[in-house]
C-alpha cells in the first residue's frame, strides 16, 4: 500500500510526489508513456536537447517558484526574444522600436506613435466586427497584414475575417528597443534538459512507465489511499459527457549538417505561404556548439479524439462541459484532479508548480 497514487509524471506530478515524500509518505508514480517529465520532456539528439513536445522556456515572477526550481536544476540566461520571418524579412517580437524601424523607418517612440495612429485613424473602424478589424484598430494595417494576419490564419486555420474580434483583446506594443518577449523577473532553461530536472524530483520516488491507470484502474486504485489525477478528466469518466476539445500541433524534427540554421531558438513564419507557423532551433536554448544543429517545425493542426491534447480550447461549450465533469470530480472522495489536463487549463510551468504545491500542502 502506497500513501499516494499520482498517475502522471509530469510536473504536477513529479512535484506532489516529492513534497509528499519529503513529508514522509509513500508515493507511486505512474505514466502510460515510456519517460517521465510529461509534455516538458527533453531527449538528447546528436547531443543537443531538443523539446519533444514543444519549446518550453522557464519563466516566472514568482520568487518561491524560482527558488523552488533551482533546487533541482542549473538555468541558463536564456532570454526569449523571438523573431518573426515575414517572407524574408526579418522582425523583432514582442512589437517594439527595433520593429517599427525596420517596418518604416522610424527612429524616435514618437514617430512610431504617430505611424500607428495614422494607419489606425485611415482605417477608420469604430465597432470591429471581426479578428481583422480588431488588430487593425489596435495596431495599424501593416503590423496586421505583416507580423498577425497570416500566422493567426494558420493558428487557427481559417481567415481573420472569420475568427471573432475577442481573441484578440489588446495587442501589446513596446516603444522601448526591447525583445525581452516574457519581461519576467526570472527566466531561463535547464543547462541540462527538463528531463534531468524532473528526474531529481522523483529522486527515490518509486515510478512505473508504460502503465496505463484507465486500463487497469482497480487494481491500481488498491495500490493506494488517495490518487492524484493528471491526465485529461473526460477520460477519466470515459468521456461520457462528450469530448473536451483541445488545438493541436505537430511537431516535423530534422537533423541539420549545419552548425546554425537560424541563429535564434525561435522564429516565427508569419505569411500565410509558409506552411509551418515557428521553426526551433534547440541547440540555442543553452548556447549549444555543437557541430550538427536539430530544427523542429511546428504546423497548427486540427485536434481530433486520440490525438495529443496540446491547448485547451477557451470558449463555451467547452467551460461548460469541464464544470460538468468537475461536478462528477468533485465527487471522487479518494481523488485530486491536478495539472493541465486534470483540470482542462493552460497553465504555464510555474502556474503548475505553484498549483501541485497549494495543493499538496493543502492535503498534507
Ligand atoms: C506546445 C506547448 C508549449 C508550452 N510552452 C511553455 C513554455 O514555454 N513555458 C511554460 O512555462 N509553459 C509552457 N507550456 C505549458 C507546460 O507544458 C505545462 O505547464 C506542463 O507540461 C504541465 O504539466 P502537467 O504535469 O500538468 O501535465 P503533463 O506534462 O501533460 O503531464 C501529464 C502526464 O500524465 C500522463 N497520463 C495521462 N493520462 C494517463 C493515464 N491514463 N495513465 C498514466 N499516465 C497518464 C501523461 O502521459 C503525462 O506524462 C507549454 C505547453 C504546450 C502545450
Redesign the pocket.
Known amino acids: 500500500m502506497y500513501d499516494y497514487l499520482i498517475?502522471?509524471?509530469?510536473?504536477?506530478?513529479?512535484v506532489f510526489a516529492h513534497e509528499a515524500k519529503l513529508a514522509g509518505k509513500t508515493c507511486l508514480v505512474?505514466?502510460?508513456?515510456d519517460h517521465?517529465?510529461?509534455?516538458?520532456?527533453t531527449e538528447s539528439i546528436d547531443g543537443i536537447d531538443v523539446h519533444r513536445?514543444?519549446?518550453?522556456?522557464?519563466?516566472?515572477n514568482n520568487r518561491e517558484v524560482w527558488n523552488y526550481v533551482n533546487q533541482f536544476a542549473n538555468f541558463n540566461r536564456y532570454t526569449?526574444s523571438p523573431v518573426a520571418n515575414y517572407h524574408g524579412e526579418l522582425y523583432n517580437l514582442p512589437f517594439n522600436m527595433n520593429t517599427f524601424n525596420k517596418m518604416w523607418g522610424v527612429v524616435t517612440p514618437a514617430q512610431a506613435k504617430e505611424k500607428i495612429a495614422q494607419q489606425v485613424q485611415e482605417a477608420n473602424i469604430a465597432q470591429p466586427k471581426n479578428l481583422e478589424e480588431q488588430a487593425i484598430s489596435l495596431a495599424g494595417r501593416d503590423i496586421y497584414e505583416k507580423l498577425v494576419k497570416g500566422y493567426t490564419e494558420k493558428q487557427w486555420g481559417r481567415p481573420c475575417t472569420e475568427l471573432p474580434a475577442f481573441i484578440i483583446s489588446r495587442l501589446p506594443l513596446r516603444f522601448t528597443f526591447d525583445n525581452n518577449y516574457f519581461n519576467a523577473l526570472y527566466q531561463g532553461i535547464p543547462n541540462e534538459g527538463y528531463t534531468a530536472m524532473v528526474e531529481r524530483m522523483l529522486d527515490g520516488v518509486e515510478v512505473r512507465l508504460g502503465?496505463?491507470?484507465?486500463?487497469d484502474k482497480a487494481n491500481l486504485d488498491a495500490l493506494a489511499d488517495c490518487v492524484v489525477y493528471?491526465?485529461?478528466i473526460d477520460?477519466y469518466f470515459d468521456f461520457s459527457l462528450g469530448y473536451l476539445e483541445y488545438r493541436s500541433?505537430r511537431f516535423e524534427t530534422e537533423v541539420l549538417d549545419t552548425d546554425n540554421y537560424q541563429g535564434n531558438a525561435v522564429v516565427n513564419y508569419t505569411d500565410r505561404e509558409t506552411p509551418y507557423t515557428r521553426i526551433i532551433e534547440h541547440k540555442h536554448f543553452v548556447f549549444g556548439t555543437q557541430p550538427k544543429t536539430v530544427i523542429s517545425r511546428e504546423y497548427s493542426s486540427e485536434w481530433k479524439p486520440g490525438d495529443e491534447p496540446?491547448?485547451p480550447v477557451n470558449d463555451k461549450r467547452n467551460g461548460d462541459l469541464y464544470q460538468q465533469y468537475k461536478v462528477l470530480a468533485d465527487k471522487e472522495s479518494k481523488v485530486i484532479f491536478?495539472?493541465?489536463?486534470?483540470e482542462y487549463k493552460?497553465?504555464?510551468?510555474?502556474?503548475?508548480i505553484e498549483s501541485?504545491l497549494n495543493k499538496v500542502r493543502s492535503v498534507l
Not at 30 to 33: C, G, Q, T, V
Open positions: 498517475v502522471g509524471a509530469g510536473l504536477y506530478g513529479a505512474i505514466d502510460k508513456r517521465i517529465a510529461g509534455n516538458i520532456y513536445y514543444g519549446a518550453h522556456i522557464f519563466h516566472t526569449n502503465v496505463d491507470y484507465l486500463e493528471t491526465g485529461p477520460a500541433v496540446y491547448y491536478g495539472g493541465r489536463l486534470g493552460y497553465y504555464d510551468m510555474d502556474k503548475v501541485a
